[in-house]
């Protein structure tokens, strides 16, 4: 299990091991291309988010190097497929070739447009970027509520 904390709102993010073997497995090597999908949690309490699973990029999704864009079609299926099982949808991930990375412009205008676009009831939606090193406190978590971005730092 890996902790973030967002010191101003007091939400803690714990991601679980089976979603953080996920992360790792499709971390991106120096020259390979971006990899990402969609985080999801049950929701059961108001202060701590517990990332429960993720899903892996599908094969419509766009990548490359330096960029990645969900298949819209297929990430509402999987969206509908978690729900029905009850978790709900609470943001995305995607890599970068960085040891400690960190999100460029257009990551920041994904992750406000990615709030504010989505139907949903939620103050906030959650982003993380993995890296290229197998430690998750140098992944770069986020939350947003469509106008500013908070980041999270490791908590033990």
């Not at 419509?60 to 969900?70: P, S």
């Not at 949808?89 to 504010?116: A, E, V």
């Not at 890296?131 to 908070?150: M, R």
Request: charged share 20%; hydrophobic share 35%.
């Amino acid at each position: 299990m890996c902790n973030f904390e967002d010191k101003e709102t007091g939400i803690i993010i714990r991601i679980e091991e089976q979603a953080l073997d996920i992360l790792f497995a499709n971390r991106q090597t120096k020259s390979g291309f971006e990899s990402g999908g969609l985080l999801f949690s049950p929701l059961t309490s108001e202060n701590i988010i517990y990332i429960t699973h993720v899903s892996t990029p599908s094969e419509l999704d766009l990548r490359r190097q330096l960029f990645f864009k969900h298949d819209q079609s297929t990430a509402q299926k999987t969206i509908s497929h978690f729900f029905k099982k009850g978790l709900h949808y609470i943001g995305d991930w995607h890599s970068h070739p960085q040891d400690k990375p960190q999100p460029s412009p257009q990551d920041i205008q994904s992750m406000k447009d990615i709030f504010l676009k989505s139907k949903h009831s939620l103050n906030f939606m959650l982003h993380i970027i993995v890296g290229i090193d197998e430690d998750c406190n140098k992944f770069y978590v986020c939350l947003t509520n469509g106008n500013k971005i908070h980041q999270c730092i490791p908590r033990n």
